[in-house]
């Protein structure tokens, strides 16, 4: 039960974003996606879920091709957008939008999937009142939180995450830290999380990669990658994270 | 300490605030609230049977029993304008209604399926737009037979492509959004993402453009009738009693004037209406509907 993409190369024009790039998910293992802005991890996650077509056969599912389609494929791989603002519709409330998949992939009746949905919006720590709210109404971490909600509503088996704790205060950010860690457990799930943050994917990776114009120049298990990285990012990276971790002691 | 009467500022301030930038979306709706008014009881309001013939005062001057006069019939002119209203604007919103009908699913099916159905559709409606609109409508019309009918088809057969291109730009536009793909990712039908988050995207600037087309489209059925090839005698209908009392206007100009000007005023009140549609939608902020 593996999600993989092998030699998997996209080019805008000349400009190459991705160049043979090998990376593999597992069922309830998390992949933290590092690397500087423009480096293509938006990119690998889009491509991986089918928001951006992928050239064939260079994404596996089961060791089987695998094609991704946005309207078939979505409860294998699901993709959570970065900006929750712009990937929840204005039209419909918080609920509604969580009740979407549950009605849609699992056929729920009504009364049920609103159970469930008001369950999802608890568990990401929500009140009842952010329930009838439409997503202008909510704050950035409050749509955040929605956002993940019908992620994990959707019940996928590798869900990609992007940027998921970014607008999220400390407090919060624990709690889904600690949530997607009970929820990985219970579906056997497997996440790939895309993040700036390294502090938070030590918290929540099992392996890191770490990717530099459009290729992954290191992967390794998380304790191997904070104790001895290899490319000359990498080890940036960490000296950073080291340097701003007394900062987030703190906090 | 400087006093503020509270109580007479904060009404005085909110009326001045509802009325700020609404002021011709106000007019706008005062003039075709008047007019949906005359549309739905003119008749019965009406001074005077609108089709009698009265020969003994043929284009006479207004008076208390013919209050505009009186066309080259002896019929009462404002008795006709009022009944007329209904079928003026009853013809245009079932055109709009045709054309709309006509133009949303050519312009989703075409944005949404892409590919040969986009190409097909696409260059059926270039076809359709080749040819001036009016001559266009004329041609249907020669074709089914002078009559109202005729008029409504021909001028809906000819007016939808350019909609329906406005549709299929609006639908691109709407179907790229993050959250359409979302929805799609979390297993939404074609169907229901059409329903749940294209149109409430689509229709209110089809909305600005449909009301400021139906001001157009007052005024080519007018024409049409005007040229005898839209409702027939006696029909009250605006445009029609134009064209009947053009031999009469150096005898009676107000037997022209007054269908005239009251066609001035309905497309007016449809411009204005509009306007401030398109005034109100501008200031939205992107995610407030």
């Known amino acids: 039960m593996t999600m993989q993409a092998r030699h998997l190369s996209i080019a805008y024009g000349s400009n190459q974003v991705l160049s043979k790039v090998n990376l593999t998910l597992h069922p309830s293992r998390t992949t933290g996606l590092v690397g500087r802005s423009g480096c293509g991890k938006s990119t690998l996650a889009k491509a991986m879920t089918g928001i951006i077509p992928a050239p064939h056969e260079t994404l596996f599912h089961n060791n089987q091709i695998f094609f991704p389609d946005l309207s078939k494929t979505g409860d294998i791989i699901h993709y959570m957008w970065q900006d929750p603002l712009a990937a929840l519709s204005p039209f419909l409330s918080a609920l509604d939008l969580i009740c979407e998949p549950l009605k849609a992939i699992h056929k729920l009746p009504k009364a049920e999937r609103q159970r469930q949905a008001q369950d999802l919006l608890d568990m990401v720590g929500l009140d009842a009142t952010c329930a009838t709210k439409r997503p202008h109404q909510l704050s950035g971490g409050q749509c955040q939180r929605v956002a993940l909600a019908r992620a994990l509503a959707v019940k996928p088996r590798f869900l990609v995450l992007d940027e998921p704790l970014s607008a999220l205060d400390l407090v919060t950010q624990e709690q889904i830290t600690c949530l997607l860690r009970e929820v990985q457990a219970e579906m056997n799930m497997g996440l790939l999380i895309i993040s700036h943050d390294l502090q938070t994917l030590a918290k929540l990776a099992d392996d890191i990669a770490v990717m530099d114009c459009g290729r992954i120049v290191e992967h390794k298990e998380t304790q191997e990658f904070f104790r001895n990285p290899e490319h000359q990012l990498s080890r940036r990276f960490v000296e950073i994270s080291k340097c701003s971790a007394p900062a987030a002691a703190l906090n | ?289």
């Open chain 2, 1 to 289: 300490m400087a006093y503020v009467d509270s109580a007479k500022s904060i009404p005085l301030s909110r009326a001045t605030q509802l009325l700020r930038g609404r002021t011709t979306f106000l007019l706008g709706g005062l003039f075709l609230c008047f007019f949906i008014t005359l549309a739905l009881g003119g008749e019965t309001f009406a001074p005077n049977p609108p089709n009698q013939i009265d020969l003994l005062h043929r284009l006479s001057a207004p008076s208390l029993t013919y209050p505009l006069g009186t066309d080259h019939l002896g019929r009462c002119i404002l008795s006709r304008l009022m009944a007329g209203t209904a079928l003026s604007l009853g013809t245009a919103l079932t055109t709009a209604g045709l054309i709309l009908a006509i133009a949303l699913p050519v312009g989703l099916l075409s944005a949404l399926c892409k590919g040969w159905v986009d190409a097909v559709l696409m260059r059926i409606a270039d076809i359709f737009l080749a040819f001036p609109m009016l001559v266009f409508a004329l041609a249907i019309i020669g074709y089914l037979g002078a009559s109202l009918t005729s008029a409504v088809f021909g001028v809906a057969l000819a007016w939808w492509p350019s909609l329906a291109r406005l549709v299929r730009t609006l639908t691109l536009e709407a179907a790229s959004k993050e959250y359409v793909l979302a929805s799609r990712q979390c297993g939404q039908k074609p169907l229901s993402i059409i329903r749940r988050h294209i149109l409430p995207q689509i229709l209110p600037p089809l909305l600005v453009v449909l009301s400021l087309e139906m001001a157009g489209l007052l005024l080519v059925l007018s024409s049409l009738s005007f040229l005898g090839l839209g409702a027939q005698p006696p029909a009250a209908e605006w445009g029609a009693m134009l064209n009947e009392a053009r031999p009469f206007f150096a005898e009676r100009p107000s037997v022209v004037l007054a269908p005239g000007i009251v066609i001035i005023f309905a497309v007016l009140s449809f411009n204005l209406v509009g306007e401030g549609i398109r005034f109100q939608l501008d200031k939205r902020k992107p995610y407030r509907w």
